[in-house]
């Protein structure tokens, strides 16, 4: 059993990391069931354990926190769809690089419900849309941006923190930091793609993609 938790007002970063730590000893210790956490932070920075400090551009404009998380610098805030992810890979499969394209199949499959093409790339961690009315890239190509963030983290093969979508986060908050380290490509949202897509809108999306992706909790045969 996936239990599927909403919390409707922002949850203070302290907060939510107190829960997932315990939550995540309860479901490696068989006491509790998996668990996927839907909730908005306070505006405020993470850091990742391969965060460079001066990717941090303004470190005075929001509270920054150690995350543990694998990644660089990420911002959270109002708007945005946090989604914690705490599922035990001892039952799913001891395989991170199969469980982070999971997540990122997930995401997609979601976005595709509101007609995002969702895309990843090499070298670029998060999930991508490209913006051919902003011209062109660096590499000469379409521009991109970023439009959901995934970090995670495992402790004794069960995961925790996730992934973040936007919804429609002021997209300015994120001028503080060079996201995940990335500086030549942008941010968007569902909503500044001209998407009325609310935070319920994509809840139910999430629910509906979950289980296809991740078969129902069995151990997948490959990982593509």
């Known amino acids: 059993m996936v239990e599927w938790i909403r919390s409707d007002t922002p949850v203070p970063y302290e907060e939510a990391l107190a829960f997932m730590e315990a939550r995540v000893a309860a479901i490696a210790a068989g006491t509790a069931d998996e668990a996927i956490w839907l909730l908005e932070h306070p505006p405020l920075y993470t850091a990742g354990t391969s965060a460079r400090r001066e990717d941090l551009v303004d470190p005075d404009r929001f509270p920054v926190y150690e995350a543990g998380r694998g990644g660089q610098y990420t911002y959270h805030g109002p ?105 030549d490509h942008g941010v968007t949202s569902l909503v500044d793609l001209g998407l009325p897509v609310t935070m319920e809108d994509l809840d139910a999306a999430l629910a509906r993609s979950f289980g296809p992706v991740f078969d129902d909790g069995r151990i997948p045969d490959r990982c593509e």
């Open 79 to 183: 708007g945005q769809r946090i989604v914690y992810v705490m599922l035990d890979l001892n039952r799913r499969g001891r395989d991170v690089r199969c469980f982070v394209r999971q997540l990122e199949r997930w995401v997609i499959d979601t976005l595709a419900e509101f007609n995002v093409t969702g895309e990843i790339r090499d070298g670029r961690v998060g999930v991508w849309v490209a913006r051919p009315e902003k011209g062109t890239g660096p590499d000469g190509q379409p521009a991109e941006d970023k439009i959901a963030a995934i970090g995670v983290k495992l402790r004794r093969w069960v995961s925790f923190h996730g992934i973040s979508i936007n919804v429609e986060p002021d997209l300015s908050h994120f001028g503080g930091i060079i996201p995940c380290g990335i500086r």
